[in-house]
């Protein structure tokens, strides 16, 4: 249904991180941070990968933007390849991801992935992986932080680039989901849809808490 992913081998064959790192700066300037559709957005699909063992589970959830409601999920196995490594974890989840996603029957415009964006070291986390090799409107929206500093306004900056958006949890400041661009979408709409879809107390946006719901019930059976 989406594009197979034109560099999807390309890290396999690479020899050394550097290597890989090498590709990520490769990608970064393939990124694109404005507004690429001129239609109104409805669908939009969260995928994330929990590991249980030797084994991802990874889960891709799509919902309507204006009910919530759920309107295909899927789910896939696979062996975990490489070690969680920080910053380069498309080692590790970007197959899983673009495995799952294949296994999708409906459309969506926009996708959420539980990962960085360009608030990275290199400006090509995980979600700009995916962006680029499936030509998705995507959005990085992760747990942690990378890199960068929250400004008094909650966006990030990271060597003088206003490169992301901390979404805090109304009931635990200390928790947030940290938005930035993946691919073909702008950091202002990013932020504006990821709030449009984040229930009230909570700061995951929902397609990806669903996502990690389902993924987590699956290493669970």
Not at 11 to 26: H, P, W
Not at 38 to 67: F, L, M, P, T
Not at 147 to 167: I, K, R, W
Not at 168 to 194: C, F, M, Q, R, W
């Amino acid at each position: 249904m989406y594009n197979t992913n034109p560099y999807e081998s390309n890290y396999g064959n690479r020899t050394s991180y550097a290597e890989v790192i090498k590709l990520q700066k490769e990608l970064a300037k393939k990124v694109i941070s404005r507004d690429c559709f001129d239609s109104s957005i409805r669908s939009i699909c969260g995928v994330d990968v929990s590991y249980k063992n030797n084994i991802a589970y990874c889960s891709a959830v799509i919902i309507d933007k204006e009910n919530f409601k759920i309107i295909e999920m899927v789910s896939s196995e696979s062996k975990i390849k490489n070690p969680y490594i920080p910053s380069l974890f498309i080692l590790r989840e970007s197959e899983p991801i673009l495995q799952t996603l294949k296994l999708l029957t409906k459309s969506f415009q926009i996708l959420l992935v539980d990962g960085h964006g360009v608030l990275h070291p290199r400006r090509c986390g995980l979600a700009c992986y995916v962006g680029i090799s499936t030509n998705l409107h995507t959005i990085g929206v992760a747990k942690s932080l990378l890199c960068g500093n929250v400004q008094s306004n909650n966006f990030v900056n990271h060597d003088g680039e206003t490169l992301g958006y901390a979404l805090k949890s109304t009931n635990n400041l200390k928790k947030a989901a940290y938005i930035s661009v993946g691919h073909k979408i702008s950091l202002p709409t990013s932020i504006e849809l990821v709030k449009m879809i984040t229930k009230t107390n909570q700061f995951v946006p929902e397609p990806l808490r669903v996502a990690d719901k389902l993924s987590k019930e699956q290493n669970s059976k």
